[in-house]
């Protein structure tokens, strides 16, 4: 690790402060950050926690809408959202391990945007917003690919809002190494219709897969989307699974989320 | 009914204590006053040569002490290899110098090139990346096929070729092997790979260089599992150091797996540096540098054919295997892929014509040398593998072609050289097929069936030769050590007990059986005695612990020791009692005249021995102290009969697996508990190697499976609960306890179970089509498998 600056302010207005000055980084729950830092990946001038910002934390729900605070652990999110939202909750609760469910953020994971993080699904697919200290943002603007979001340098993600879906569930198939997502598959059904997001399979991370959405727009049964096949190009090839591999799991965990939700 | 102490009792392991409360003391707890600590920079590309290395600008930087490169160790030896294999045409291996720090070229990913001493470890670490470094990259040398082809970059300029041996077991077995296999009635053949593996101990490597200058003695405090061997490789090869002069120190140790049996580059760093600058030297190892530095395990690359009638005996096996090196010889490297694989390829079974070649590789990776098993595992796994696809092509049975050929009369003259005294192959496989409940399987099939899973059962037997081993045996292959083990039995004057010994654990739990055995000799409690090791100060010159040997061999001295002690003790209690030494009997811990009631106790005799008012004096030393040295007979073998079933995911090829059944013959137990500790252990490491575990380099050198995210170690939930048996024992017959060892069967026996049982499962499921399928049996790859 280098060496840098550290603080942790207490309000929104004070990280967004803090985060103006040079070679800043916000730290939200570290669990991406600090492994980085020690393999001396990255040089922050000054780290910025969001962790002392309370306004930040919690879980709440009203008029439909489940409010996450930016700030708030996996873990929070596992026992908040356990009864207005189960198919959010059990994804939280599977995330990592205790150690990073109790550490690691909401906020943190969605403005990393790993490719295999398991939250961007749930965000997609479920058509939330994700609220930052400047603006609004509708889930089908936000992500940008890998690693990449529509976050202006500096800018904190302080809420997600999820409209909470009829039926959802979210469907993982882990890497055996990491246990990140080798594919993971949050469909969400709602008045509006039925969105199904994928992670950890393609290059340009999340995305819609439109035409299982469209099929279960007119059967949400597993067997409606048994006969369609994701395309294998763009997906992600590694030591853990081909693109073709992972263009067959996106199908088998729509069923299976389908048939869980 | 239960022992509650000495031999047979499963009493709880006295180190846990410390281990589990945070109290234990590793390499790393070790800080000396005035220390300073060492990062290394390392190479990042395969292949290069070193054109230069410019450490004026780090020298300059806050904090930093002094900077090592190559040239500082042009007048020291190489890191030495401690086997020499002879090849097929009676030349000597290939054996190049291991330069401390890199000299001319790098030769693989982590080589390292300087080492950078400073007072803190940050600012080393800077310094390190301060280093201007000029490599001219070459073409790395990955694939083994492709290092031995013509034209081929060399590792090794000066060698003229990447073969560092090709040899061939027993060379004139070779014609009458291909004669019996021509002459079969169905030769079945199977390619396989046995992946690469990372040893990756819970515990880094750490190492600590102290120098006394006033004595002129060095300490090395390391994470070893033989401080004895490190202190006469590294004294005597490497730096030129007298054993007198230089200590070695093991203390508590967090693994090794046999990774930490050999002699590392940093270890001679920090010894050479300390006395270079008079002041205490430390390195820790970071993960990251653990996964390019650490040695490899297993790697091998295999032809197999197995030649039988066609009532499915037997008749020839013929081998054909690379075995990568790596880029340098690490310290047994290569008495791996021969000596340790070559003389089991037997197995439990009589065949009569046996013949292994094997070709052992240079390459740009990480050394590779003995891991968990050491060239057993790889011997099982082919064996293993071929048997049960010969069994399926012929529709015999897996159990009963197994039966058909054990090895069934003891000694039984293996045609690879070595000798089982012992061993009851049906009765460890009765018992397997009782445990496992295989009569079962069916009803459990089905269920698995009605839940969209694919069910499949995998056998396995095996055999490892431990107890390692025989000095005058492995002499004769070429080891240039020899293989006895020590013991020091101390006894205190009021009958306390200190055993010295020269085996060392790391994890085993020596602190307590070792103790048990001693106790139980006696008849005194476990509480009365106290098993030291770790440090060549006090511990008589011993071999250390690998192979499966400490309690046969190491044990074996420790007894010698504690008969030593009883025959002066007994004379002493003659004394005492005005008795007859062949009168005197010992017995829960008490010297009695037979047929009497005349008694005295073990605390009194041990008082004489040091308060010697009433003591033979003209005839006996004062003191209860003895040494002894044991030198193994032959070989142990304990084996085993494992099953493994799984269900397999038809849609996504993940494996589960849902039973795991193992028989074992270790001969006589001391610790059943520990026993059963060691062979869980073994078993889920060896799941790790089926199902996850692969160490993956690209056609550059680079290594992909770096760290944790992307090298795969089982975890809790990846392992079923294991029904392990050791009841059917058939006691060794050379040794004094009539113990065989445990400490790698869980390893060697379970990968070859695990894939079995998944080609079972898809078998089952329809697809016939699917003969093999390379560990680790990720989900992709059996998934890939499926498709055809």
Redesign the interface.
Same mark, same amino acid.
């Given at each position: 690790? $280098?060496a840098f600056e550290f603080t942790r302010p207490k309000t929104v207005a004070e990280a967004v402060a803090a985060l103006a000055g040079e070679d800043a980084q916000a730290l939200g729950g570290g669990q991406t950050l600090i492994p980085t830092l020690k393999?001396?990946l990255a040089s922050p001038g000054m780290l910025v926690s969001l962790a002392g910002i309370a306004a930040m934390r919690g879980v709440s729900v009203a008029g439909g809408t489940l409010t996450v605070g930016g700030g708030t652990t996996h873990a929070a999110v596992a026992r908040g959202a356990a009864a207005a939202f189960p198919a959010l909750a059990a994804l939280a609760g599977r995330i990592g391990d205790p150690a990073v469910r109790n550490r690691g953020t909401i906020g943190g994971s969605l403005a990393n945007n790993d490719p295999s993080a398991c939250y961007p699904a749930a965000v997609l697919a479920a058509g939330a917003s994700v609220v930052t200290d400047r603006r609004e943002i509708a889930a089908d603007d936000f992500f940008r690919g890998m690693f990449a979001t529509a976050l202006e340098a500096g800018e904190i993600i302080t809420a997600v809002r999820f409209p909470v879906p009829q039926r959802a569930a979210y469907a993982k198939?882990v890497q055996?190494?990491?246990r990140?997502a080798?594919v993971g598959v949050f469909v969400a059904k709602s008045a509006a219709g039925v969105r199904v997001a994928v992670t950890g399979a393609s290059e340009g991370g999340v995305f819609r897969w439109t035409q299982a959405e469209a099929a279960l727009a007119a059967d949400f049964r597993p067997e409606a989307v048994r006969g369609l096949r994701a395309a294998a190009a763009g997906m992600i090839g590694d030591? !853990?699974?081909?693109p073709e $591999?992972r263009a !067959?799991?996106v199908g088998?965990m729509t069923a299976r989320a389908v048939a869980a939700a | 009914m239960p022992k509650d102490s000495g031999i047979g009792a499963s009493i709880k392991r006295r180190e846990d204590v410390r281990f589990l409360t945070g109290r234990g003391r590793y390499t790393d707890d070790i800080n000396l006053r005035g220390q300073a600590h060492v990062a290394f920079l390392r190479s990042n590309v395969a292949h290069g040569r070193l054109r230069g290395v410019d450490t004026a600008a780090a020298a300059a930087m806050p904090g930093v002490v002094r900077i090592f490169t190559g040239e500082d160790f042009a007048a020291v030896g190489g890191l030495p290899c401690g086997w020499q294999v002879t090849g097929r045409d009676g030349q000597v291996m290939k054996e190049p110098k291991h330069p401390v720090l890199a000299h001319g070229k790098v030769r693989h990913v982590g080589d390292p090139i300087a080492a950078v001493v400073a007072e803190t470890y940050?600012q080393a *670490? %800077?310094a390190a990346?301060a280093i201007a470094v000029d490599i001219e990259s070459l073409p790395a040398v990955v694939d083994m096929a492709a290092a031995l082809a013509p034209g081929s970059a060399l590792v090794h300029d000066d060698l003229g070729t990447n073969l560092c041996y090709d040899w061939g077991f027993i060379e004139d077995s070779k014609a009458a092997v291909a004669a019996a296999i021509a002459a079969a009635h169905h030769v079945t053949t199977l390619d396989l790979v046995n992946n690469r593996l990372i040893p990756n101990a819970m515990e880094p490597r750490v190492a600590v260089g102290d120098y006394n200058s006033a004595s002129g003695e060095s300490t090395l405090y390391t994470t070893s599992q033989n401080p004895h061997v490190i202190r006469l490789l590294m004294g005597a090869f490497v730096l030129g150091i007298p054993e007198h002069k230089l200590r070695v120190v093991a203390p508590d140790v967090g693994g090794g797996f046999g990774s930490k049996i050999f002699h590392y580059a940093e270890e001679a760093l920090c010894t050479f540096a300390a006395r270079a600058l008079n002041r205490p030297v430390k390195w820790t190892a970071q993960r990251?540098e653990s996964f390019v530095t650490d040695a490899h395990g297993r790697d091998h690359v295999t032809r197999i054919e197995l030649a039988l009638d066609r009532d499915g005996h037997f008749l020839a096996i013929r081998t054909s295997t690379l075995a990568n090196m790596g880029a340098y010889l690490s310290t047994f490297a290569p008495s791996v892929p021969t000596y340790l694989h070559g003389t089991l390829m037997a197995g439990n079974y009589k065949t009569p014509h046996i013949y292994v070649n094997v070709k052992a590789v240079f390459t740009n990776t990480v050394p590779v040398d003995a891991y968990r098993g050491a060239g057993r595992p790889e011997a099982t796994f082919q064996l293993e593998r071929v048997i049960d696809k010969a069994a399926r092509e012929m529709g015999i049975d897996p159990v009963e072609i197994r039966r058909r050929n054990f090895v069934d009369a003891f000694p039984y003259q293996t045609p690879v050289a070595v000798a089982y005294d012992t061993g009851n192959y049906h009765a460890t496989m009765d018992k397997l097929v009782t445990i496992a409940d295989l009569a079962g399987f069916e009803k459990r099939r089905a269920a698995s069936a009605a839940k969209g899973l694919l069910r499949g059962l995998g056998l396995n037997c095996y055999i490892e030769a431990c107890g390692i081993a025989p000095s005058h045996l492995v002499g004769q292959l070429g080891a240039r050590a020899g293989l006895y083990e020590s013991a020091t039995v101390r006894v205190n004057a009021t009958g306390g007990i200190v055993v010295m010994t020269g085996s060392h654990s790391h994890g085993q739990g020596h602190e307590t059986t070792f103790a048990q055995v001693i106790a139980d000799m006696i008849g005194i409690p476990e509480a009365q005695v106290e098993i030291v090791h770790g440090d060549t100060a006090n511990a008589p010159m011993g071999m250390g612990t690998y192979g499966s040997r400490s309690l046969a061999v190491g044990g074996s001295a420790m007894v010698r020791a504690a008969n030593k002690i009883i025959s002066k003790a007994r004379k002493i209690a003659a004394h005492l009692m005005e008795a007859a030494e062949g009168d005197i009997e010992l017995k829960d811990g008490k010297f009695r005249v037979a047929g009497t009631d005349k008694s005295v106790d073990w605390g009194a005799v041990c008082l004489a021995a040091y308060v010697p008012h009433n003591y033979p004096l003209a005839e006996l030393e004062p003191g209860l102290e003895e040494t002894a040295f044991y030198d193994p007979a032959n070989f142990t073998f304990p084996a085993g009969a494992y099953a493994c079933e799984v269900e397999v995911d038809p849609?996504?090829? *993940?494996v589960t697996i849902d039973r795991f059944a193992a028989a074992d013959d270790f001969g006589n137990i001391v610790n059943p508990m520990v026993v059963d500790g060691q062979v869980h252990g073994g078993i889920g490491q060896g799941i790790g190697q089926a199902?996850?575990e *692969?160490a993956?380099y690209d056609a550059n050198g680079q290594l992909?499976?770096g760290t944790?995210? %992307?090298? &795969?170690?089982p975890r809790a939930d990846d392992l079923p609960s294991y029904v392990v048996d050791h009841s059917c024992a058939t006691p060794c017959t050379h040794n004094p306890l009539g113990v065989k060892g445990c400490g790698e069967a869980g390893a060697i026996g379970s990968p070859p179970a695990v894939v079995n049982a998944v080609i079972d499962a898809l078998h089952r499921g329809g697809h016939a089509h699917v003969t093999h399928i390379d560990m680790p049996l990720?989900? &992709?790859r059996v998934? &890939?498998a499926m498709q055809g």
């Open positions: 690790m $280098y393999q001396r198939f055996p190494a990491s990140f080798l030591l !853990h699974g081909s $591999y !067959h799991l088998v | 940050e *670490r %800077d990346e990251s849609e996504t090829g *993940r199902l996850l *692969r993956v992909l499976s944790y995210m %992307d090298y &795969a170690m990720s989900p &992709a998934w &890939a």
